[in-house]
């Protein structure tokens, strides 16, 4: 009981000082300053804070806009290269629909007798000069 009863009275004298009671007036005033001090560097530290937060902010700013200048560069490389696929070598006589999925010998571009009307070099079989049964398209 004895210790329990020691245990309170800390208690209390420990709230006491913490309201400032009990204590000269000049350790009072002491205290309030170191308060006020306490105070200050707070806010100084919000406000050194508040820089940093800006800073990286404009850091992460950069970062995006360099990102998306990136993307936007290899959207652009993407669109020039698909331009260039879609080009290609355009067969007029069948329109880039190849030997319509490879069951006619016959390029539409061969007259009847198996030659075709345009271009130099052609194999007989109707084909280009190149790979074996290759066409423009």
């Known amino acids: 009981m004895k210790a329990k009863a020691k245990e309170k009275m800390k208690r209390a004298w420990r709230d006491l000082a913490s309201q400032g009671k009990g204590m000269s007036s000049k ?3 002491g205290k309030e300053s170191k308060g006020k001090e306490r105070e ?5 530290d919000k406000e050194s804070k508040r820089e940093r937060d800006k800073e990286r902010d404009k850091e992460r700013d950069k970062e995006r806009e360099m990102d998306k200048e990136s993307k936007r560069e290899r959207e652009r490389k993407k669109e020039r290269e ?3 696929k879609d080009k290609g070598i355009v067969c ?6 190849g030997l319509a999925g490879g069951h006619l010998r016959r390029h539409p571009s061969q007259s009847t007798d198996g030659r075709v009307r345009r271009g130099p070099r052609r194999r007989r079989d109707g084909g280009p000069a190149g790979r074996p049964g290759s066409w423009p398209c």
């Open 27 to 29: 350790a009072k005033r």
């Open 40 to 44: 200050k560097e707070r806010e100084m």
């Open 82 to 84: 698909n331009k260039v």
């Open 92 to 97: 007029f006589g069948c329109r880039g629909f």
